[in-house]
């Protein structure tokens, strides 16, 4: 009886102490469980912060580092009109030679953000970097149309290292729940079809590459056409724009100017755009085209007694700031184009493009002539002072050019493996100024271009590009709308003269390497 007394005592004792261990396991449990949910809440709610965030913006882009090696055949010569004829060399420049950069480096940054405004509105922009290693000066020497950095041609020019705005527009689309769509900013007009191919990349512009690389400020009223038609991607689009304005900024406050701005407009049709293939219609006008944009530049001359007429060495690397003085005419750019992908991984395009200028009787006051067109200041033959007269050449004329752009893309070990050509007439004159070549837009150029390409896929998001390119040039001013286009065999020859030097044939060698993020 007594152990039985003594050990139920035992029990009593042990039994709050058993009871606390087991509400101490069950404490933990708990602990545990909420911990756990407190986790899963935490990573819910962190997902949900992130996806409000990138609706907000999200930020895209790629990273391309380059290294060109080239080669120009370059003629200068240069000639000063006096009253007692054309008089070469006037500044002891004439020369002959072969301009070779064994290695050019170039970095580009895209980085590109979109945004959802609301559910049939959204934001798209894009900043650009582009620029030569050791050379952030933001100005060039103005030894050729190319090296002039304006507000269209930035994107494509090395100018510094800073981010410029390539692009930024939003979009509005099914407006009153209809296929119509509008868009207003500063438009995705660059690396249009077919040049997106050579960039490896889905087309990156609206209008035609072969006619339109350029920047520029605008709005797009589209209509979706597929929507009754059920053809995949057929879109009609009206652009509109302004390449440059005449007075706010250019010290008209002080003193009138009769320049106006210049304003663009036109068609672009896509009959068809599929995975498969694509054919498109461009059709635009530019109205009052000016015989120069505002932009910064080193003229290799400058004007020391103030006739405004350039006289000297600009010795001492001024930079001036540069602007339209006059409206030289009218321009209607057309193309056509198209492209097929094969199942088998080939891809093949080819586009036609067509240019008219409808020129006025105005021209450069500073040399440079009018709508393709020379106005050559004259000189008096005894002193040398400017007379006040021009002697001019095709001032006033009208003229036709045209453009081929054939290419294709063939599957190869690693890759890929293109080639391309274009040629383009003498009187050839597109937007083509902000493709990024490093000697000048290859699409723009009045002669023959031929490029073969190999691009190694390092994975879907990266690759390496080998290339080269043969430039061989048949007239002068590639890309340039000023001036009377001569013939470069005439330059060679001393039978004309040219304000720039004269590229007579180029090589460019490159490779590069592209990772997009």
């Known amino acids: 009886m007594q152990k039985l007394l003594s050990l139920m005592l035992v029990l009593l004792l042990l039994a709050p102490a058993t009871a606390m261990a087991a509400s101490i396991e069950d404490l933990q449990a708990q602990i545990?469980?909420?911990?756990?949910?407190?986790?899963?809440?935490?990573?819910?709610?962190?997902?949900?912060?992130?996806?409000?965030?990138?609706?907000?913006?999200?930020?895209?882009?790629?990273?391309?580092?380059?290294?060109?090696?080239?080669?120009?055949?370059?003629?200068?010569?240069?000639?000063?009109?006096?009253?007692?004829?054309?008089?070469?060399?006037?500044?002891?420049?004439?020369?002959?030679?072969?301009?070779?950069?064994?290695?050019?480096?170039?970095?580009?940054?895209?980085?590109?953000?979109?945004?959802?405004?609301?559910?049939?509105?959204?934001?798209?922009?894009?900043?650009?970097?582009?620029?030569?290693?050791?050379?952030?000066?933001?100005?060039?020497?103005?030894?050729?149309?190319?090296?002039?950095?304006?507000?269209?041609?930035?994107g494509g020019n090395t100018n510094g290292d800073f981010l410029r705005v390539e692009r930024a527009f939003f979009v509005w689309k099914d407006i009153a729940d209809s296929p119509f769509y509008l868009s207003v900013g500063r438009?995705?007009?660059?690396?249009?079809?077919?040049?997106?191919?050579?960039?490896?990349?889905?087309?990156?512009?609206?209008?035609?590459?072969?006619?339109?690389?350029?920047?520029?400020?605008?709005?797009?009223?589209?209509?979706?056409?597929?929507?009754y038609t059920d053809v995949e991607g057929q879109t009609l689009r009206f652009c509109y724009g302004q390449g440059f304005e005449s007075q706010y900024g250019n010290g008209t406050l002080g003193l009138e100017t009769e320049v106006k701005d210049a304003?663009?407009?036109?068609?672009?049709?896509?009959?068809?755009?599929?995975?498969?293939?694509?054919?498109?219609?461009?059709?635009?006008?530019?109205?009052?085209?000016?015989?120069?944009?505002?932009?910064?530049a080193v003229m290799p001359t400058v004007d020391t007694n103030g006739d405004g007429i350039p006289d000297a060495a600009n010795t001492n690397g001024y930079i001036s700031r540069l602007q339209a003085t006059t409206n030289i005419g009218d321009m209607i750019l057309a193309g056509v184009g198209g492209g097929v992908?094969?199942?088998?991984?080939?891809?093949?395009?080819?586009?036609?493009g067509y240019t008219h200028t409808i020129a006025n009787t105005n021209y450069n006051s500073m040399g440079f002539g009018g709508l393709l067109s020379d106005a050559a200041p004259i000189f008096n033959a005894g002193t040398g002072a400017f007379t006040g007269n021009y002697a001019t050449n095709g001032v006033g004329q009208d003229h036709n050019g045209y453009s081929i752009y054939v290419g294709m893309q063939?599957?190869?070990?690693?890759?890929?493996?293109?080639?391309?050509?274009?040629?383009?007439?003498?009187?050839?004159?597109?937007?083509?100024?902000?493709?990024?070549?490093?000697?000048?837009?290859?699409?723009?150029?009045?002669?023959?271009?031929?490029?073969?390409?190999?691009?190694?896929?390092?994975?879907?998001?990266?690759?390496?590009?080998?290339?080269?390119?043969?430039?061989?040039?048949?007239?002068?001013?590639?890309?340039?709308?000023v001036g009377l286009p001569q013939k470069v065999d005439s330059i060679k020859a001393g039978t004309a003269y040219s304000a720039f030097p004269v590229i007579d044939t180029a090589w460019d060698a490159n490779l590069s390497m592209t990772v997009k993020f």
């Open 410 to 481: 063939i599957p190869a070990p690693l890759g890929k493996f293109g080639l391309e050509y274009n040629y383009g007439s003498k009187f050839w004159i597109p937007f083509t100024q902000a493709q990024d070549d490093i000697l000048g837009s290859k699409l723009a150029t009045r002669g023959h271009v031929g490029e073969a390409y190999y691009i190694f896929d390092l994975n879907p998001r990266a690759f390496i590009k080998l290339g080269a390119l043969y430039y061989d040039y048949q007239y002068t001013g590639s890309g340039s709308p």
């Open 187 to 227: 438009r995705p007009s660059t690396y249009g079809a077919p040049a997106n191919y050579r960039e490896n990349e889905k087309r990156g512009g609206t209008p035609s590459g072969h006619l339109v690389n350029f920047n520029f400020d605008g709005i797009t009223v589209g209509y979706h056409l597929s929507t």
């Open 341 to 352: 992908s094969l199942e088998n991984g080939m891809n093949y395009f080819a586009s036609l």
């Open 32 to 154: 545990k469980e909420l911990s756990e949910q407190l986790d899963e809440m935490e990573a819910r709610v962190g997902s949900t912060e992130r996806h409000v965030a990138t609706d907000r913006i999200s930020f895209y882009g790629d990273l391309r580092v380059k290294v060109d090696s080239t080669k120009q055949k370059v003629t200068v010569a240069q000639a000063m009109m006096t009253t007692a004829g054309l008089v070469p060399n006037p500044m002891g420049m004439n020369s002959v030679f072969d301009e070779t950069n064994a290695l050019l480096y170039t970095t580009r940054l895209r980085l590109g953000m979109k945004a959802k405004v609301a559910r049939n509105m959204s934001f798209t922009g894009r900043l650009n970097m582009y620029k030569n290693w050791g050379d952030s000066t933001g100005a060039k020497v103005m030894d050729s149309w190319d090296a002039f950095t304006m507000d269209g041609t930035d």
């Open 263 to 296: 304003h663009l407009g036109g068609f672009n049709f896509d009959v068809w755009n599929t995975d498969a293939s694509w054919l498109q219609l461009t059709l635009f006008g530019v109205k009052d085209v000016t015989d120069g944009f505002k932009g910064l």
